[in-house]
Nanobody
Framework: QVQLQESGGGLVQAGGSLNLSCVAS????????MGWYRQAPGKQRELVAT???????INADSVKGRFTISRDNAKKTVYLQMNSLKPEDTAEYYC???????????????WGQGTQVAVSS
């Protein structure tokens, strides 16, 4: 069993900042990839940013220069620092992890419940 606890969402004015965090717990040997996705009403879920265990990062073009993803492997936690927020960043933000429970096995993906981010103009 794996649990993901997300926090940090809320309502903020355009230009403001929020910091999301997601803590993983449970039967995890190693977390390969941690990331954030978002889904706005009426739209498909989209990648925001991911970070691998070696520190490799992928960012969506729409957030480059504004959002920063980081992780603390010891705490099994991923963060998303969001600056210069825009109304179009309004969405439900979901944490995602890909992890292994044993050496030699493939990765398992798991989603958090989501945290709401609303940006007013």
């Amino acid at each position: 069993q794996v649990q993901l606890q997300e926090s940090g969402g809320g309502l903020v004015q355009a230009g403001g900042s929020l910091n999301l965090s997601c803590v993983a717990s449970g039967s995890i040997l190693v977390i390969v990839t941690m990331g954030w996705y978002r889904q706005a009403p009426g739209k498909q879920r989209e990648l925001v940013a991911t970070i691998d265990s070696d520190g490799s990062i992928i960012n969506a073009d729409s957030v480059k220069g504004r959002f920063t993803i980081s992780r603390d492997n010891a705490k099994k936690t991923v963060y998303l620092q969001m600056n210069s927020l825009k109304p179009e960043d309004t969405a439900e933000y979901y944490c995602n992890v890909k992890y292994r429970i044993r050496q030699g096995l493939g990765t398992i993906g798991y989603w958090g419940q989501g945290t709401q981010v609303a940006v007013s103009s």
